[in-house]
């Protein structure tokens, strides 16, 4: 089993930034990737954004390319979502997400991976 926590949520205005932590713990041999996904009220989780674990790439959704940067630390087991420019739109529940089986499967999948965090809250006020 794999462990995950989140930090860092909160409230912040349009046009700020905030950062989020997310730490994991227990079987953390053989993770593959991690990522970031949200879920506003009402709406599916989407992805956000997510980095492979032994390689060194990262992707993310076209609505915050260019504002929102992931970042691992293998050796903390740790990924990071540092968030600027926040809109409106960018408030929801973030979770971040850990997989063990990357291989064949989409990056941006919510089926791709097995553990999740509880979440934590954005919220940007206009």
């Known amino acids: 089993q794999v462990q995950l926590v989140e930090s860092g949520g909160g409230l912040v205005q349009a046009g700020g930034s905030l950062s989020l932590s997310c730490s994991a713990s227990?079987?953390?041999?053989?993770?593959?990737?991690m990522a970031w996904f949200r879920q506003a009220p009402g709406q599916e989780r989407e992805f956000v954004a997510g980095?492979?674990?032994?390689?060194?790439?990262?992707y993310y959704a076209e609505s915050v390319k260019g504002r929102f940067t992931i970042s691992r630390d293998n050796a903390k087991n740790s990924v990071d979502l540092q968030m600027n420019s926040l809109k409106s739109e960018d408030t929801a529940v973030y979770y971040c997400?850990?997989?063990?089986?990357?291989?064949?499967?989409?990056?941006?999948?919510?089926?791709?991976?097995?553990?999740w965090g509880q979440g934590t809250q954005v919220t940007v006020s206009s």
């Open positions: 997400a850990a997989s063990r089986g990357l291989r064949g499967r989409s990056l941006s999948a919510v089926s791709t991976y097995e553990y």
């Open positions: 227990g079987r953390t041999d053989g993770i593959e990737a």
């Open positions: 980095s492979g674990w032994s390689i060194n790439v990262a």
